[in-house]
């Protein structure tokens, strides 16, 4: 892929915008911070954008800085600091847990169906699968702790179900690892098989 070329099929739709945060709908696809294949990310996105939308020589666009991540992958509502005090303060409640952050997946069908309306969770150290990097395993050795709370929503007629869920901790792939475990849900996320 080319830089500056949006490889994914929607557009970022900025949500809302004051002068400490900016709130961005990021696509599928479209990596949260600039990666290694050239792909243009929502940050770099955010940058250009900014600077072609309000040319003002005393705004830094530089400064916008990303507090949270989601997969390249996930699509979903992302918050970036336009001040160095935003982005502390904003920091500070995704490290004390005061942000709770929701995730809506549809699981792969089984044979089994989960009821509607229950909730569960799921607490299954992960570690860096380094034999398929960037991956990540449940490794009871040396995982770090993950805790993942859910609530199933509903089966769908293909027998697939769509779930909320809650991530406690932020651990790369966790949602996925935690879903498709067999100590876990033992459903993958529909399209990451």
């Given at each position: 892929p080319q830089k500056g070329r949006i490889n994914c099929m929607k557009s970022p739709v900025i949500i809302f915008e004051d002068k400490d945060i900016i709130i961005v709908e990021k696509p599928s696809g479209m990596p949260s911070v600039p990666g290694l294949d050239g792909?243009?990310?929502?940050?770099?996105w955010l940058q250009s954008h900014l600077s072609e939308a309000r040319p003002v020589p005393h705004e830094n666009k530089e400064n916008i800085q990303?507090?949270?991540r989601l997969d390249m992958d996930t699509s979903g509502v992302m918050v970036y600091a336009k001040t160095e005090a935003a982005a502390l303060h904003l920091r500070k409640q995704f490290e004390e847990h005061t942000i709770r952050k929701t995730y809506i997946a549809?699981?792969?069908t089984k044979h089994d169906q989960p009821i509607e309306g229950?909730?569960?969770t799921i607490q299954l150290p992960l570690s860096p699968d380094y034999d398929e990097r960037p991956r990540?395993?449940?490794?009871?050795?040396?995982?770090?702790p993950a805790h993942?709370?859910?609530k199933i929503l509903q089966t769908n007629p293909d027998g697939t179900?769509?779930?909320q869920l809650y991530p406690i901790t932020g651990r790369t792939h966790q949602l996925r690892v935690h879903c498709a475990h067999t100590l876990g849900l033992g459903r993958p996320i529909l399209g990451d098989l």
């Amino acid at each position: 892929p080319q830089k500056g070329r949006i490889n994914c099929m929607k557009s970022p739709v900025i949500i809302f915008e004051d002068k400490d945060i900016i709130i961005v709908e990021k696509p599928s696809g479209m990596p949260s911070v600039p990666g290694l294949d050239g792909r243009i990310s929502l940050l770099e996105w955010l940058q250009s954008h900014l600077s072609e939308a309000r040319p003002v020589p005393h705004e830094n666009k530089e400064n916008i800085q990303p507090v949270h991540r989601l997969d390249m992958d996930t699509s979903g509502v992302m918050v970036y600091a336009k001040t160095e005090a935003a982005a502390l303060h904003l920091r500070k409640q995704f490290e004390e847990h005061t942000i709770r952050k929701t995730y809506i997946a549809r699981l792969d069908t089984k044979h089994d169906q989960p009821i509607e309306g229950q909730t569960g969770t799921i607490q299954l150290p992960l570690s860096p699968d380094y034999d398929e990097r960037p991956r990540q395993k449940v490794d009871f050795k040396q995982g770090k702790p993950a805790h993942t709370d859910y609530k199933i929503l509903q089966t769908n007629p293909d027998g697939t179900t769509d779930i909320q869920l809650y991530p406690i901790t932020g651990r790369t792939h966790q949602l996925r690892v935690h879903c498709a475990h067999t100590l876990g849900l033992g459903r993958p996320i529909l399209g990451d098989l």
